[in-house]
C-alpha cells in the first residue's frame, strides 16, 4: 500500500510539473515555466525514488511498477484534464484507461 500511495503523490506532481502552465500559465516566459515545472519534479522524484525502491524490494517487478504508475498517472491526468484544463472525457479515454487496466492485470495475474 505505501508503493501505491507514493506513486499517487508523485503522479500529483508530476502531473503539475508538465501540465499546470497550460492553463493561465501560457503567457509566462517558457524559462520560468521550466524552472517551476523542475521545481515540481524534484518532489515528485521525492516520491517516486521510494515508491520503486519499496515496491522492488517487495518483490514488484521493474515492468508491475511501470503499468501501475501508468495507471494511475491516467487516472490522475484525467482529473487534471477535467477539472483544471476544463477538457471533457470521451469514450476514447476511458477505453484507453480499460487497455491500460488490463495491462496491469496481465503483469499481475499468476503472482
Not at 18 to 47: D, N, R, T
Not at 86 to 110: C, K, N, Q, T, Y
Request: one cysteine or more; aromatic letters at 14%.
Amino acid at each position: 500500500m505505501p508503493v501505491l500511495l507514493l506513486l499517487t503523490v508523485s503522479n500529483l506532481f508530476m502531473t503539475a510539473a508538465w501540465y499546470w502552465h497550460l492553463k493561465g500559465g501560457m503567457q509566462k516566459p517558457i524559462l520560468l515555466v521550466i524552472l517551476i515545472s523542475w521545481g515540481l519534479a524534484l518532489v515528485e522524484y521525492c516520491f517516486a525514488v521510494p515508491a520503486n525502491r519499496i515496491g522492488y524490494a517487495s518483490g514488484w517487478s521493474a515492468a508491475q511498477l511501470k503499468i501501475v504508475q501508468e495507471a494511475i498517472a491516467l487516472s490522475i491526468f484525467g482529473g487534471f484534464m477535467v477539472l483544471v484544463l476544463g477538457e471533457p472525457l470521451h469514450w476514447r479515454h476511458f477505453a484507453a484507461f480499460a487497455l491500460i487496466l488490463a495491462a496491469v492485470a496481465l503483469l499481475f495475474s499468476g503472482r
